[in-house]
């Protein structure tokens, strides 16, 4: 099992470009994230969703659209790339048990760079 | 916001002494879990602890767990040079989602 892997690795884009982030599981996981780390601020949640076709708000979702068209991928779009955008992007995945989701199994994350 | 905070935010130790990382958080939660980040690298789930649970334990791994403080220890006994890292603790309050420190950056040095 390849386990959780994002594309692309690397990206710099100039202000006002827009891309998406592509996020694929292989483990049949209902729940999926997207997180930004930042230096010395930890991961803060950007959007999730808890079943194929359902995405919800994080902490920190201005900016950013999402996905979740088919249960193994999980998208995230930035429509008009800005410097505060520049980040490593981290996407995780959870299988659940009675609707709770369980640890979670993150990609090798996506550095992004905005210009 | 965050809602767990790591303390020490960095400690250097030996190769085979123990380290213990705490994290404190403000509200109720349902899981307390520990997260290790390797240098350019995604997390790796440690342990999860649920808010009835008092202490876990995974191989080298002891984690405990106090909701009457707030707060949560991570020990690594004999640690390597290998266990160099940065290391998470995330608070699950609603079930959906996780809140992450900022991390404790530890360095074993050999």
Not at chain 2, 51 to 59: A, D, I, L
Request: contains cysteine; positive net charge.
């Amino acid at each position: 099992n390849a386990g959780v892997t994002q594309t692309p690795k690397f990206r710099v884009l100039k202000t006002g470009q827009s891309m998406t982030l592509l996020c694929a599981q292989d483990m049949n996981h209902e729940y999926m994230y997207w997180y930004r780390q930042d230096p010395g601020m930890g991961l803060r949640l950007i959007h999730y969703s808890v079943g194929e076709g359902t995405t919800a708000k994080g902490e920190v979702p201005d900016g950013y659209n999402v996905s979740r068209l088919k249960k193994q991928n999980f998208l995230l779009g930035l429509e008009s790339a800005a410097p505060s955008q520049t980040s490593v992007y981290f996407c995780a995945s959870s299988y659940s048990w009675d609707f709770l989701p369980y640890e979670q199994y993150f990609g090798p994350g996506t550095r992004l760079t905005v210009t | 916001s965050q809602q767990g905070e790591e303390d020490p935010q960095a400690l250097s130790i030996q190769e085979g002494e123990n380290a213990t990382m705490n994290c404190s958080y403000k509200t109720s939660i349902n899981n307390l879990q520990w997260y290790r980040q390797n240098s350019g690298r995604g997390l790796v789930h440690l342990i999860l602890i649920r808010s009835n649970e008092r202490e876990k334990h995974s191989g080298r791994l002891r984690v405990t767990l106090d909701t009457s403080k707030k707060s949560s220890s991570l020990l690594i006994t004999a640690s390597r040079a290998a266990d160099t890292a940065s290391y998470f603790c995330a608070t699950d309050k609603d079930g959906n989602k996780l809140v992450f420190g900022a991390g404790t950056i530890l360095r074993v040095k050999s």
